[in-house]
């Protein structure tokens, strides 16, 4: 299983948007775009599902741009990852039982499926845009310290 490049910008940029509004305001596309190696068209989209989601704000006027909606400690990375995947089932039998798959109830790989999900489930929701701004803190830090050297 792959994650799609849309959730692993998304995560990058809701981690910089974290990271970046600890100052208070809103924070500019065009900033988190330069900052992730973004392209501004790209993040409008997936910006849009954020938003769609209940993830992020926009504020508007001349110091607008983007603020969280949730506090980074509430948002965790699996309800982000769902959002933008579409779900987080490894296969649809899993989500939809007997809907989807006429080998339901009769399938011998179903119990496997079901475990993969829960388990990538419960490892993506120990983690939290608060951690993950962390991460990005720390590698900013990092990166300030070669500099100085």
């Given at each position: ?56 704000r926009t504020v508007r006027g001349a110091s607008g ?85």
């Amino acid at each position: 299983m792959k994650l799609s490049t849309r959730t692993r910008y998304g995560l990058r940029a809701l981690a910089e948007l974290a990271l970046l509004s600890d100052n208070g305001g809103p924070v500019g596309m065009r900033q988190i775009a330069k900052h992730q190696a973004i392209s501004k068209k790209y993040l409008e989209n997936i910006f849009t599902d954020l938003r769609t989601a209940g993830f992020i704000r926009t504020v508007r006027g001349a110091s607008g741009g983007y603020a969280l909606a949730v506090p980074p400690e509430q948002l965790r990375v699996d309800k982000v990852v769902s959002a933008l995947e579409g779900g987080l089932e490894l296969v649809c039998c899993v989500d939809h039982a007997g809907d989807s798959c006429s080998r339901a109830g009769k399938c011998a790989a179903h119990d496997l499926w079901q475990e993969l999900s829960d388990t990538i489930i419960k490892t993506l929701s120990k983690y939290t845009l608060a951690d993950l701004a962390e991460v990005r803190r720390r590698e900013i830090k990092k990166a300030a310290a070669r500099e100085n050297r």
